[in-house]
């Protein structure tokens, strides 16, 4: 937008944050960009401008917030880079996921309807999903960044996104629980 740092309109959210395409990226550098970018292009800072270059602040500020969200969250970023890499999550209409995945997803929700009322059960559970969530970062790491096997990170992104989904179900009991005990 700026003459000193013009933006592409060809560039995907990586080369737009101008950051490495991989999934392992330093959070702190991508707020540091958003908001260099935002400085950009920011639509407070052509308020002077013509309605045509207003409209345009408009349209490149909404493309770096989206990108943003899209990078931000180790997930959305991971789906972002399957569909860079040509193989697209499709989480609504794929869901099948391996036998031994779906087993213990079964598991953990009896383990969840079990432990209403329960708190130590309940964060049992939270703690469980924090620690499946991080083996599967991790997995998703190795395939993305080092073994450039797109097939197995997809699998990641998709198992992260049933872990994310049963994390927010047992994170809402736990504040419901809480909650109902501190009035």
Do not use: C
């Not at 180790?74 to 209409?93: C, V």
Request: glycine share 4%; aromatic share 8%; net charge negative.
């Amino acid at each position: 937008m700026t003459a000193e740092a013009p933006i592409s309109l060809q560039a995907n959210d990586f080369q737009l944050f101008d950051i490495p395409e991989q999934f392992k990226v330093d959070s702190a550098l991508i707020s540091q960009r958003w908001k260099a970018l935002q400085a950009q292009t920011h639509p407070d800072n052509f308020v002077a401008a013509d309605a045509a270059t207003k409209r345009l602040a408009m349209q490149w500020s909404v493309r770096v917030n989206e990108a943003y969200q899209r990078l931000r969250l180790p997930i959305s970023r991971g789906a972002y880079l399957s569909e860079l890499r040509g193989a697209p999550i499709n989480a609504e209409d794929n869901t099948a996921m391996p036998a031994a995945f779906l087993m213990q997803q079964m598991a953990w929700r009896e383990a969840l309807d079990d432990a209403q009322g329960d708190l130590s059960e309940l964060e049992d559970l939270a703690d469980q999903t924090r620690t499946l969530k991080g083996e599967w970062l991790s997995i998703a790491e190795q395939a993305f960044d080092r073994d450039g096997d797109t097939a197995v990170a997809v699998g990641a992104i998709r198992a992260l996104m049933f872990i994310e989904r049963f994390s927010k179900d047992v994170n809402q009991q736990i504040d419901a629980l809480t909650d109902a005990t501190n009035p």
